[in-house]
């Protein structure tokens, strides 16, 4: 399965897979026109369309991909009324077949309702929307922060060599609010460093880790003694440590 990134808007990530049988899929278009050239470029059809969630960012390419390529949508099964032209209602737990590949979807509620992050398995691949990102987490725009920390400890428990694909370029910025509620973590300045080097060289800091971000992204670490400690909360609950993280950062 080869995994392709075709960068959209200003930090947006839409990711392109192309199985060995030749099945061609996209994650998330949020705009046709750079996934239409993408497929030109590399003469390929397309077939489906995965979707994390409804937010006009992830789907707003569907109409014109739709009517060009004939493709079918697959999304959520909880966003059936806010992204149109469904042909396969995405569940939790469940497995579905790609050509030669499949995928686990894991329902991972915060940032959406709905939201699922879709788990390649035998290729150590997770798709992770916008729940988690690179040294962040997705804002929460219809969920509980106790919903997201649990959608998060789903995916921190996936293997820790997992190659994680998140749909925004955020990373930077996430590692300036790292710096500013944990001054003194070891790992931060040269983490910065790594990301500025990329990032002046355009290249993306997608995929991550599960290693990585268990070991940095303060939003995996609610219950981190350490992290506690730093931001003067010992005695406080994960999802208490959770929710005050997550406000700061919203005022970042
Ligand atoms: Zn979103
Ligand atoms: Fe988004």
Redesign the pocket.
Known sequence: MDISIIPIFDDNYVFHILTEDGLSVVIDPGDAQPVIDFLNRHELPLHIILH????W??IDGDPLLQEKYGCEIWGPEHEILRILHMNVFLENEQEYTLGTDSFKVIHTPG??RG?IALYFEKHQVLFS??TLFSLGC??L?EGTPTQMWDSLKKIRALPDQTQIYC??EYTLDNARFWKSIEPENPKLSKTIEDILEKRKKNISTTPTTIAFEKDRNPFLRADDPQLAYALKKDGQTPEEIFAYIRKLKDNF
Do not use: P
């Open positions: 994390t969630h409804h937010h960012d992830h940032h959406t939201h929307g916008d997705g804002r725009f749909a925004h």
